[in-house]
């Protein structure tokens, strides 16, 4: 039971490259979103997607872009890629239900020199 | 605009005693859920506990409750009977609206537990 699955784990990146985080997800969800862990801020919310060929922007949106071509896909874009994008970063998804939780992958740790 | 606080940095719990986590939230919507993660060093995130702005009762799974007090704003977790393994960094997560699917997260309570 695979879940969110993140790629790559790790990826360590200098100023000005542009690359792509991958996840994707098994159950059928149709909402999925992005966000990024620093240091006492807690996650904040990059961007989210509620189906396939619909996304929105979260609170952080600046340097980064996404599409929705699948359910089960909802890749994230750094296009040139800035020190300050160096964090942790999360995709999750969601069932249908406002009850139901957010289900995380396991995080890709990016470091921007 | 919604807004999650949590007060507490860190805090230290003694092995088998209760702890309560504080979170407090600011929303002008009546129809709001409230999650609670776990976030062990390891780094995954764990849901623990739901609690949704319309419940009559108190979310309860296993030795995981929330006090849940709508008129103060706050979702406090409190973990009873605590355990060496519930060292961690717990999260409160608001979603922002019924049929939305934007949460805000707080920034955390570093929970260790003293055997």
């Known amino acids: ?113 | 605009a919604q807004k999650i606080t949590q007060t507490q940095p860190g805090m230290f719990v003694q092995e088998k005693e209760a702890v309560t986590l504080d979170c407090t939230y600011d929303t002008s919507d009546p129809s709001y859920g409230l999650f609670w993660y776990k976030q062990p060093s390891s780094g995954e995130m764990i849901f623990l506990i739901y609690q949704g702005s319309y419940d009559q009762q108190n979310a309860t799974e296993g030795r995981y409750s929330l006090n849940f007090q709508k008129a103060r704003k706050s979702a406090n977790l409190v973990i009873s009977a605590s355990q060496l393994g519930d060292s961690a960094m717990y999260f409160c997560a608001m979603r922002e609206r019924s049929g939305t699917y934007k949460y805000i997260f707080g920034t955390g309570t570093r929970l260790k537990v003293l055997a």
């Open chain 1, 1 to 113: 039971n695979a879940g969110v699955t993140q790629t790559p784990k790790f990826q360590v990146l200098k100023t000005g490259q542009s690359m792509t985080l991958q996840c994707a997800q098994d159950m059928n969800h149709e909402y999925m979103s992005w966000y990024r862990q620093d240091p006492g801020m807690g996650l904040r919310l990059i961007h989210y997607s509620v189906g396939a060929g619909i996304t929105d922007q979260g609170e952080v949106p600046n340097g980064y872009n996404v599409s929705r071509s699948t359910t089960e896909d909802f890749p994230l874009r750094l296009l040139s890629a800035a020190p300050s994008q160096t964090s942790v970063y999360f995709c999750a998804s969601r069932g249908e239900g406002n009850n139901q939780p957010q289900h995380f992958g396991d995080g890709t740790r990016l470091s921007i020199l």
